[in-house]
């Protein structure tokens, strides 16, 4: 029968060391551990929130990314395009030019080559003209060098003078 | 408290009827826990990091280890009774005289001192030499106070006109020698002077509450100044251990039964009685000091905590929850009027809940300690008829059955503090609840 007939002194004792137990624990022990633990909750919950929301702003930016890509790629293109164009209608200009040019320079040319063959010409024959006359006097000189000769010639040029 | 006459029925069929109950409630409980475990994904988030291959292996280990300490203790219970047995013999003269014509080990008595309070924590017999912690003793006689220690009482010595009842119904109390020649006398005995002083010692299992006390303060400020100084990092060693039973009880206890926007006045007292049921319910399974003390088989202690869930309940009580106890609505009123038969009922509910709680743990403490006691009290029983018989139903049957029920009472232990903590917070969360 003593098993389920309670002493009083127990009672009394449970009790005190009950609420002291409970007091001492909920101010050392239960406060700061649960404070700690929501503490941790909260900050394990922003840290995801936040990690969504990097994730989102990440999609947004990818997405700016390869909006600009494109646009930069488009433009790209119609840089590219307007380039050839230019570079086509540059050599396009160019070669026109150095056609001119060059037609120009044969010309130019052929007029140079004209002049100076007119040049060597007129050199030539001033050349071969005093060559003659040197050609003439040494002849002259030989033919003169004797009596008979001289007045052989001057009886010649007389009678070409008179004829004329 | 309970009148000890109101509960003169056959005690073993109580304990038999609640321990049948309690066993079909026990699965169902486990089955739910290890479901809630399962499914519980806030759980395996939180503590999948501190859950490494190392942990696993400190499990194992940790299995192993308090596989080795039931062992060890079934062999010291062993021991114990066994010094029991001859203490009883070389006490036998003077105390229990049946026992001095059998020299038989009456294993009823011997489990029943195991299960009750003492004045002295008796450690073991040594030849015949009991080794024992002398306790203070308080009493309040007659309007005097008077203070001793208990080996003053020992071995059934009076001191100061008192003494140690070793039979009958006062077995264990102590009582007053002068008072005890006037108990005779049926006047004195009606008019309620009897030879019991008001005791207030500092018993066996007052001490035992005192230790274990001081060791959850140990166990919890040092889990607490871990969280101060691991700040916002996942726990480590103790309060990783400790971790996940509070979030339990604040999850799934409280949060669960209380509700969300309540629930905090209530954890302090919640946890403390987890955990002091739990420690003291493993501490009762191990037979040596510091263990060893029936402290939640003890009808008082489950009582005192049963009736601070009862105090709690009703002072924080709501007006609905009083409407509901005493004009509960949707009630046909001739369940109220002429004979008030709801509102009876409601009220006697109001204290059997807190009474169940209050018998479930003390019974399932006490039965499971029962059988174990049981068992090892075979080896003796059957050792008296051959010695190499005891021998054989001890190794063959008696400690195999023992570490069988130590395993089961550490799940026990963890149940009753489950179910003694689960059964508070429902009340709690009844008396909160918003009605509409």
Redesign the interface.
């Known amino acids: 029968?003593?098993?389920?007939?309670?002493?009083?002194?127990?009672?009394?004792?449970?009790?005190i060391?009950?609420t002291?137990?409970?007091l001492?624990?909920?101010r050392?022990?239960?406060?700061?551990?649960?404070k700690?633990?929501h503490?941790?909750e909260d900050?394990?919950e922003e840290a995801l929130n936040t990690a969504n929301k990097a994730r989102e702003e990440m999609k947004d930016l990818k997405a700016d990314n390869e909006k600009l890509l494109k646009e930069a790629q488009e433009e790209r293109n119609i840089i590219l395009r307007e380039a050839r164009k230019v570079k086509e209608s540059i050599i396009e200009q160019a070669k026109t030019k150095a056609n001119e040019e060059a037609d120009n320079i044969v010309e130019n040319a052929k007029e140079r080559i004209e002049y100076e063959k007119m040049a060597a010409m007129t050199d030539l024959k001033n050349q071969i003209a005093s060559i003659s006359i040197e050609v003439a006097e040494k002849i002259l000189e030989k033919e003169l060098s004797r009596e008979n000769k001289q007045e052989d010639y001057i009886k010649k040029l007389i009678s070409d003078a008179q004829l004329n | 408290m309970v009148d000890a006459a109101c509960v003169r029925v056959d005690t073993s069929k109580l304990y038999l009827y609640i321990v049948g109950v309690s066993y079909l409630e026990k699965f169902f409980i486990i089955w739910h826990i290890i479901y809630k475990f399962a499914s519980d994904k806030t759980y395996s988030i939180c503590h999948m990091n501190s859950l490494s291959i190392l942990k696993k292996f400190k499990t194992v280990f940790f299995v192993v280890i308090l596989t080795t300490v039931m062992v060890l203790s079934a062999f010291f219970t062993s021991i114990d009774v066994f010094s029991q047995h001859h203490e009883s013999r070389q006490d036998e003269i003077e105390l229990i005289e049946e026992e001095i014509a059998k020299g038989e080990l009456d294993a009823g008595k011997m489990i029943i001192d195991h299960l009750i309070d003492s004045h002295e924590w008796h450690l073991w017999t040594y030849k015949g030499h009991h080794v024992s912690i002398p306790l203070p003793v308080f009493l309040i006689h007659k309007g005097e106070f008077h203070a001793f220690w208990s080996n003053k009482l020992a071995h059934g010595h009076h001191h100061k006109g008192f003494y140690i009842e070793v039979q009958g119904d006062n077995k264990g109390k102590v009582l007053s020698t002068i008072q005890d020649d006037m108990l005779d006398d049926e006047i004195l005995r009606e008019e309620g002077t009897s030879g019991l002083p008001i005791d207030l010692s500092i018993t066996k299992n007052v001490l035992a509450i005192l230790i274990s006390s001081i060791i959850l303060i140990l166990i919890f400020t040092s889990v607490a100044r871990a969280y101060k100084r691991r700040k916002d990092q996942a726990p480590k060693g103790l309060q990783s251990f400790m971790e996940p039973i509070i979030i339990f009880i604040r999850d799934d206890i409280a949060k669960s039964s209380i509700g969300e926007k309540k629930y905090e006045k209530y954890m302090p007292f919640l946890l403390t009685v987890f955990f002091f049921i739990f420690l003291n319910n493993l501490m009762g399974i191990v037979p040596f000091f510091p263990g060893g003390a029936n402290i939640t088989g003890n009808i008082a202690v489950t009582g005192v905590m049963a009736i601070f869930t009862f105090l709690i309940t009703s002072f924080s009580g709501n007006r609905g929850y009083w409407t509901h106890i005493i004009n509960a609505p949707g009630v046909p009123w001739w369940l109220k009027f002429p004979i008030p038969l709801m509102p009876v009922v409601e009220i006697v509910g109001i204290f059997t809940k807190p009474f169940v709680l209050m018998i479930r743990l003390f019974a399932n403490i006490t039965a499971g300690h029962t059988i174990i006691l049981g068992f090892i009290s075979l080896i003796f029983i059957f050792g008296n008829i051959n010695e190499f018989l005891g021998l054989g139903v001890g190794i063959g049957f008696s400690i195999p059955f023992a570490v069988f029920m130590s395993l089961l009472e550490l799940l026990v232990a963890f149940i009753q503090a489950y179910v003694f903590t689960l059964l508070s917070a429902l009340y709690f969360g009844m008396a909160v609840e918003e009605h509409h």
């Open positions: 029968m003593e098993i389920v007939s309670p002493g009083i002194g127990l009672i009394l004792w449970m009790t060391s009950f002291a137990l409970v001492i624990l909920h050392y022990a239960w406060k700061p551990i649960l700690s633990l503490d941790r900050t394990i």
